[in-house]
């Protein structure tokens, strides 16, 4: 069955049919959560809440548009609304950082792509930056794309990736010279 | 280095100019200033990719565990910008000339001493009350005028008109 149609049948009340549209996106969702919000822990709540908005609403959404396009939008939404949440609870934050087996999220069957090096480096980039720049290197998306989903304009789409791309060359430098950076 | 230089200036001060493409088409070309921005494999190094993630066993049935059990609730509202960036920049300016217009009228107002007399009595300390006047055993119409330029508060109490109206 085709996505218009596992839509169709969602909306008709076939509410089972959904659950292939969530094992269709669930790995790229997670991926690009895990980017933006920086452990699993949060990457996992954010893309249940999506999946969860993304069925609720799906009576809103409108065919013209990309279906993936739309998830990520609600996605990065929740990302966002999850690093609020995080700055107002800083104190308690920075404590989990503090303890390496908290800080550590990923479990140690499912190693993390990118490692410490790796999140540290996309640490220095700011969230839109982040998500820019993952939507870009991981989904292909181009920059009107991406544009649509954290609802800025084209051009200024591109700037961010352009900052996130000089940001992470500058970063990926420094840690060469440091021999922080593993190869993977 | 120079025009490096260059396209950091534009895209830095100019956020808004729409004749920015001609830095974008220089960019695609340029290999100097390429080399200046983390290439495409080099940036998939740094993320989580998709086949990355390993399992994720668990997000079907806590989805559906909530679909089920909570009501449907509304999306976050989100400001949309829509319309010529050019617009938003002049009624942005236009909010805060006006913002500022109000402050220094709201301060000049003060400061010159008109503002409300009751707010100005009370603020003294002693609140100027007149509960009845009498003029040749009769009730008395009085009047407060307020001589801010001269520091000088004027009672002045008349004797009611036999004709409605004067005094």
Partial sequence: MNEPDLIAACLAGRGEEFRFIVDAYKSQVTAVAMNILGNREDAEDACQDTFVQVYRHLGTYDPARSFRTWIFMILYRRCLDTIRKKKRFRTFFMKAQAEPSRAMVVPPAEPSARGIAGEEILNGLRPKERTAITLWANEGLTAAEIAAIIECAPSTARVYLFNARRKLKTLIEERKDHGTLGAR | ?167
Wanted: net charge positive.
């Fill in chain 2, 1 to 167: 280095m120079g025009h490096w230089a260059l396209v950091r200036f534009v895209v830095r001060v100019f956020p808004a100019w729409g004749g920015r493409s001609g830095v974008w088409r220089h960019l695609d070309r340029c290999s100097a200033c390429q080399s200046r921005l983390a290439g495409l494999e080099e940036t998939r190094r740094c993320l989580v990719r998709p086949e990355d993630v390993g399992r994720l066993d668990g997000i079907w049935p806590e989805v559906r565990r909530k679909v089920c059990s909570a009501p449907p609730e509304p999306l976050a509202p989100v400001f949309r910008r829509t319309g010529n960036p050019f617009w938003r920049w002049a009624a942005a300016t236009a909010g805060i000339g006006f913002a500022a217009f109000l402050t220094f009228a709201a301060i000049r107002f003060l400061r010159s001493g008109n503002g409300p007399i009751q707010a100005r009595i009370e603020a003294a300390g002693e609140p100027l009350r007149i509960h009845y006047a009498r003029v040749d055993g009769h009730p008395a119409e009085t009047f407060i005028v307020d001589l801010p330029a001269d520091r000088m508060v004027v009672v002045w109490v008349a004797k009611r008109s036999e004709k409605e109206g004067q005094t």
